[in-house]
């Protein structure tokens, strides 16, 4: 199972750090993807972390603003997202993939959790 959480209302250039907490299973043996949804739009994956191989990958609108990271001790991975925009607003997902790391490959992730609303507006 998966937990996300740590969205909001935040303004333009603000920060936010969302957090996907896991139970069930071990984060060593799955890759962490982060994906988001706005509204009249597909899904897209910007993110993703696997601890094993210290694989991250980042989608090119958010290289540079989001950083994303894991403590395996406590289960979670997070996403830091800095200089928000306010095409960033999205309802933000993140899913475990036990055979694929690259967020482009959604599809393949295994467990989802349930989103977690960002807005970015003045």
């Known amino acids: 199972q998966l937990q996300a959480c740590g969205g909001g209302l935040v303004q333009p250039g603000g920060s936010l750090r969302l957090s996907c907490a896991a139970s069930?299973?071990?984060?060593?043996?799955?890759?962490i993807g982060w994906f988001r949804q706005a509204p009249g739009k597909e899904r897209e994956g910007i993110s993703s972390?696997?601890?094993?191989?210290?694989?991250?990958y980042y989608d090119d609108s958010v290289k540079g603003r989001f950083t994303i990271s894991g403590d395996n001790a406590k289960h979670t991975v997070y996403l830091q997202m800095n200089s928000l925009k306010p095409e960033d607003t999205a309802v933000y997902f993140c899913?475990?993939?036990?055979?694929?790391?690259?967020?482009?490959?959604?599809?393949?992730?295994?467990?989802w959790g349930q989103g977690t609303q960002v807005t970015v507006s003045s």
């Open positions: 972390i696997r601890s094993s191989d210290g694989s991250i």
């Open positions: 899913a475990a993939g036990r055979t694929v790391v690259d967020p482009d490959r959604g599809d393949e992730y295994e467990h």
């Open positions: 069930g299973f071990t984060l060593d043996d799955y890759a």
